[in-house]
């Protein structure tokens, strides 16, 4: 991996950005349009190299490893490329084009949070800096 | 022949006569067929001189090579001429199911030339090709003309009509299949409203086709089909409509706000995009033939003043043409304006256009009540629209009616005001994607674009998204949509390849699935021409190519390849603002890859003859 000593870091600072983003009143009520449990898959880095997040029902919950229940939408890439993502630097319909995210189950609610990830993104730079990951951040 | 039948009826309506003829088989092999096809019987047989709408003007229908043959997006059919809306090559492309049955006929095609006496409709059954009376329906909308016929002739038979707009020659008047789905750009329902051609008729009895190589093409059939089926672009366009990513559009500055004023309107996401349309107002889905994908709505308004019966909706072009464009963020509106637009046989792109550059003239003072017959046009004033603006283009009813039945640079150019803030290219209305905002590449593909401002002549839509590549011809571009950089050498791939696809009538949200080896087994496993992929690539080049060869005979010139200074703009708002494009370089570096004079805009002769057109470079390098 180019950016993280191993899949626990990824799946930490992804729960942090998670954690985050709950407490963002627009990017908390967004997250719950999508209204989906979403698995993120980075298990290719490892195993239990995942997060899940659960957006059903008007609620905003989120943890490591396999998810609750069965997911809505699993989104499979690398924990590099999760991090180039959430950073706003991985346009992903040209990843998921060339496959370097492979999707399974319906994608429609993600498509509500498109527009927010430049939002997302500065809110992940901050997450790292106050992790005092600063090297990760990607200019 | 294998894949194409080989075969189109010529049809004159001056004298009744019907003719079938054999078209050579090396036109099909250098021009493929669709709007390829039909730019290189428009080339050999079209007048340069004649008015659009005169009677001896050709009207050509024309199928792809792989119309019926059972697979997703393959099945649309091509219209092309001289456009009545720019006067010069225009063509425009529709799905629905009128190309299948016309193969199924044992036709690729059809020429009509000449103006029948009276309103007439020509069937097609099998062989048989009849000119019948049609006085019982002219006036009428075509909803109900679609549904009369259907009664008359069968449920099974398949219609093209126009509707009232095409009958009073309105300049961007559509030709409608099973009454909805529009051959919607260039103003071709005009052409045949010229022609007092109502409708046309196709029925088939069977469905023989011979192919090269039937068991390679039913293999790779079933796999693409399968593939387009659970494509993620095809879920997310079957859950919520070719305006699914509308509230994407909204963030980058895609979506055109008044006229091109802004880029930027944030209320618009939510209340326009797909998901709401999904939510609020559709019923179902619909398709085209044999399309796994079902991108078509089908919607209703139950309550409000907008309300509308079930019925089609409006796709993402329509949505935003009356919406944003002319400031409006009602969609219940959208709903009711677009099956007004359908049924009276209008294009909605270049009506919003047109009713969005007269708000914002009328906003400026350039346009008085004196001029609109006393008519305010305020910008979001969907009453207007629909009660008063819309009915008037359509019969041309009045100052206003004429003036915007014309098309908006036509308009501008009658008021002599108001040419800075038109929104075209080679005088038709840009569709609802702003370079600006959408990406620069974009800017580039309007302004060469044979017909004029078009989105689907080519995939640069696409690719600068990031949904498309093509590494096994060496397209392997990272496309950052705001700059220029690498646009030229994309748009090079993309004008050829969207050549081939408009030439193979493929639908493009269809054919993302579709690689450049699949699409050389296509064409190789139907029509058998035994092709390698350059020898595809030189076929979209080609059509390309000829396509601007009619224009030059038209009289148009590198010049014609332009914006309009408001396209040229820094963009207003969100994430466009400040953004601006420099259309020269691109245009420049364009030319000096695909060997274009940049005087004359025409390919130089070495260019034409690599391309195998000797004989078309003789006509315009004398």
Known sequence: ?????????????????????????????????????????YTED?????????????????????????????????????????????????????????????????????????????????????????????K | MYGNTGKIVQVDLNAGKVTFEALPESWYRAYIGGSGLAAKLFWERGCFKRDPLDPEAMLIFMNGPFAGLKLSGASRNSVAGCSPLTRHWGDSSCGGFFAPELRYCGLDG?????????????????????????????????????????????????????????EHLVKYAVILNEGHHATGRAGFGALMGSKNLKAILVKASKKEMSLADPETYEELR???????????????????????????????????????TSNFWEEAADALTGGTLTE???????????????????????????????????????????????????????????RLCNDLGIDTISAGGSIAWAMEAFERGDLTLEETGGIALNWGDMDTVIDVIIPKISSRDGALGNLLAEGSLAAARKLGKGLDYTVHSKGMEAPMHDPRGGGYGMALTYAVS????????????????????????????????????????????????????NSACFCQFADAEVSIPNWLTLFNAVAGYGWDANDMMRAGRRVFYLKRLINH????????????????????GGEAEGSQVDLEKMKARFYELMEIDPVRGIPTRKA???????????????
């Open chain 2, 280 to 338: 609020k107002y559709l019923t179902r889905r619909s398709a085209c033939a044999y399309c796994n994908i079902a991108c078509k709505r089908v919607v209703e308004v139950k309550e409000g003043p907008y309300a509308v019966p079930e019925g089609p909706g409006p796709e993402y072009e329509t949505i935003v043409a009356f919406g944003t464009l002319i400031g409006s963020i009602d969609l219940a509106a959208t709903c009711k304006a677009g």
């Open chain 2, 110 to 166: 059809l020429v009509i030339t000449g103006r029948a006496e009276n309103p007439s409709l020509l069937f097609i059954a099998d062989d048989s090709v009849q000119i019948l009376d049609a006085s019982e329906y002219w006036g009428r909308g075509a909803e109900e003309t679609n549904r009369d016929l259907k009664e008359r002739f069968g449920k099974d038979v398949r219609t093209l009509v126009i509707g009232p707009a095409a």
């Open chain 2, 450 to 501: 044979a017909r004029g401002a078009c989105h689907v002549c080519d995939p640069m839509l696409f690719i600068e998204m990031g949904a498309r590549y093509y590494p096994e011809i060496g397209f392997d571009f990272i496309m950052e949509p705001k700059t220029e950089e690498n646009k030229a050498e994309a748009a090079v791939t993309a004008v050829a390849l969207g050549a081939i696809e």
């Open chain 1, 46 to 138: 490892g195993p239990g190299c995942a997060v899940w997040v659960d957006c059903r029902g008007g609620q905003f919950s989120f943890g490591a490893g396999d998810p609750p229940d069965k997911p809505d939408l699993i989104m499979s890439l690398s924990a590099d490329d999760a991090h180039r993502s959430w950073s706003d630097k991985l346009n992903p319909v040209m990843a998921i084009t060339r496959k370097k995210i492979r999707i399974k189950g319906s994608a429609t609610g993600l498509l509500k949070l498109a527009p927010k990830l430049k939002k997302v993104a500065a809110i992940y730079v901050q997450v790292l800096k106050d992790m005092g990951w600063e090297e990760k951040i990607i």
């Open chain 2, 608 to 622: 034409l003859e690599d391309c195998g057109m000797a004989e078309e470079a003789a006509v315009v390098w004398k």
């Open chain 1, 1 to 41: 991996m180019e950016y993280w000593k191993d899949p626990q870091e990824a799946v930490t600072a992804i729960l942090k950005l998670h954690e985050a983003v709950s407490k963002d009143p627009e990017l908390g009520e967004s997250m719950k349009k999508v209204n989906q449990l979403i698995w993120y898959d």
């Open chain 2, 553 to 572: 005979r038209y009289g148009l010139t590198a010049l014609d390849d332009a914006l309009t200074p408001r396209m040229l703009e820094p963009g207003k």
């Open chain 2, 222 to 260: 079933k796999d693409l089909n399968e593939r387009i089926k659970g494509a993620l672009a095809s879920d997310v366009l079957r859950e919520n409509g070719t305006a699914a990513n509308l509230m994407g559009g909204v963030y980058s500055g895609d979506v055109p706000v008044k006229n091109w």
